[in-house]
């Protein structure tokens, strides 16, 4: 395809101006993880009100032997695949007992940013000596996409974390449908879903104690303030979070304390906002099974299996390409 006629991809710049200009106002969590952002994220995995990763780290330590034999199809060779690994501690799991049960696999981490890829793939190089692991860095799907056609082997995509829940419905449709035409019909793609369950766990889970999320979403009106010259006074807006049950979705907002105006220098305009005007920050879709089931065949997919967690808050699910 000529350069000329690919999709222009926006900027940081191009997504705050569309999404301050829009009626309700809103920002892209996306754009969450700077630095400060990945450190802030890192304690939320650990604060006793965010139940996600330690149910996911829990099906893959109480379960290790069960997702390998649901990956293994004979004695075949094949690329585990980790889209966003953060900082692998749950491949971590899996990848012990594959080398124990001297699996034929290389990991493959991919991450569009190198800096997170190498200090993972040091770490994972001094526990695992034995792994074969391939950092590779850029766009998912172009990534997919060459190892579908370059090497033959059978993939095993890793989604995990969640992080499907923060695609509205039709985002992670497209998502996986892209997903679905990189991959071959023995490739199967695990993904974490986070379940439906009693509201006041899901809302706090979003609204800790300690003010962790509150931060977490406040540090993008500094980034914005640091990367594209605003004046946002963070003191002048507060978190907000709901969880709506009718659409199983947790949703968080930034709340204009005050009627304000913010100047954002390098989009050479203003923004106003009326007391208590809300910017819209991130959606935490939940699922129940019929949803999982849904999702898998809008996008071509059967759901081979489900791993739940103990107390059924979390499931890992194993979705095959239909044909
Ligand atoms: C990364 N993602 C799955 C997290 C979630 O649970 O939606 C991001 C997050 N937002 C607030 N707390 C955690």
């Known amino acids: 395809m000529p350069s000329s006629s690919k999709p222009k991809q926006s900027t940081f710049a191009d997504d705050v101006l569309n999404g301050l200009s829009a009626m309700p106002k809103f920002l892209s969590s996306k754009y969450f993880y700077d630095d400060e952002g990945s450190r802030l994220f890192q304690e939320i995995m650990k604060l006793p009100e965010y139940y996600l990763t330690r149910a996911e780290f829990e099906i893959f330590s109480e379960q290790t032997r069960e997702i390998f034999s649901a990956f293994n199809a004979g004695d075949s060779a094949f690329d585990l695949i980790e889209l966003g690994a953060g900082d692998g501690t749950k491949t971590a799991v899996l990848i012990d007992y594959f080398l124990k049960q001297l699996a034929n696999f290389t990991y493959m981490p991919v991450d569009i940013s190198a800096e997170a890829q190498n200090a993972l793939a040091e770490n994972f190089r001094a526990k695992f000596p034995d792994l074969s692991i391939q950092i590779q860095t850029g766009d998912y799907f172009q990534i997919l996409g060459n190892l579908q056609s370059n090497n033959g082997r059978r993939k095993i995509i890793l989604f995990l974390g969640s992080n499907i829940g923060n695609f509205r419905q039709e985002q992670a449709v497209s998502f996986f449908k892209s997903l679905r035409a990189v991959m071959n019909e023995n490739d199967l793609l695990f993904i974490g879903f986070d379940l439906q369950k009693d509201p006041r766990v899901i809302l706090k889970a979003y609204d800790d104690a300690q003010g962790i999320t509150a931060a977490f979403n406040l540090n993008l009106l500094k980034r914005i303030n640091r990367e594209l010259g605003g004046n946002f006074d963070l003191e002048n ?66 759901v081979k299996q489900n791993f739940f967690d103990s107390r059924n808050y979390y499931t890992d699910s194993l979705y095959k390409p239909v044909l």
């Open 237 to 302: 807006f507060s978190h907000y979070a709901i969880y709506r049950p009718t659409e199983c979705a947790a949703r968080s907002f930034l709340i204009s304390r005050k009627e304000q105006t913010v100047r954002i220098e390098a989009l050479n305009k203003s923004f106003d906002f009326e007391a208590w005007e809300p910017i819209f920050m991130e959606i935490s879709q939940k699922y129940n099974l019929k949803m999982i089931e849904d999702l898998a065949t809008q996008s071509g997919f059967s």
